[in-house]
């Protein structure tokens, strides 16, 4: 930041992110994407849209880490809101699809292929049994990059993907047999 290398301090602070992922950690993922997102919306404003984006994206990530935080709150809501004024519809979510993807595979280490293979047995395994289908389809969806989630609430649909303003929705039907004897 001090030398105005704005992009590659916001890689900086992504790297710093991807190694904050146990829940108490939450305050320091707030500030780190605080952070991250000044430093691309920095690089933003010498023309740089998809980092301006991204700037967004971290702002938002800050909020939910922190939402008692009424600063960020506003904050964040401002440049939501301010992004849907110029955008009308967003043509950088394939970049943030991306980026989520990437980070997931950051998080999962570089160095070597373990934990990558670990999650990726869990996933294939998890989706050959009815009793962890629904968790391994959810799992494959954060894997590529899209924000995935599931509810157990009475009508609530099977897992969800999101990207952008577009959503997957699944109802999945599994029958009580085992999957690999159909």
């Known amino acids: 930041m001090w030398r105005r290398d704005y992009h590659a301090a916001a890689a900086a602070a992504e790297v ?30 010498k023309g740089n849209a998809a980092m301006t984006a991204k700037a967004r994206e971290h ?10 935080l ?4 506003n904050f964040a809501r401002s440049q939501q809101i301010a992004a849907a004024d110029r955008d009308g519809n967003d043509l950088y979510e394939p970049l943030r699809q991306a980026e989520r993807l990437s980070a997931q595979l950051a998080q999962l280490g570089t160095i070597h292929e373990r934990d990558f293979a670990k999650l990726e047995h869990e996933i294939l395994s998890g989706l050959q049994r009815p009793e962890t289908f629904e968790r391994a389809q959810e799992q494959l969806g954060s894997l590529l990059g899209f924000v995935a989630g599931k509810r157990e609430e009475e009508g609530s649909p099977d897992p969800w993907w999101i990207s952008g303003k577009g959503c997957i929705v699944f109802e999945d039907y599994v029958p009580m047999q085992s999957l690999s004897s159909m």
């Not at 991807?18 to 994407?33: D, E, F, I, S, T």
């Not at 702002?59 to 008692?68: E, G, L, M, R, T």
């Open 16 to 45: 710093v992110l991807a190694r904050l992922v146990h829940p108490q950690l939450k305050g320091y993922r707030a500030l780190w994407n605080y952070l991250a997102g000044s430093a691309a919306y920095l690089a933003g404003q």
């Open 59 to 68: 702002y938002a990530q800050a909020y939910k880490c922190a939402p008692d």
């Open 70 to 73: 009424s600063w960020l709150a």
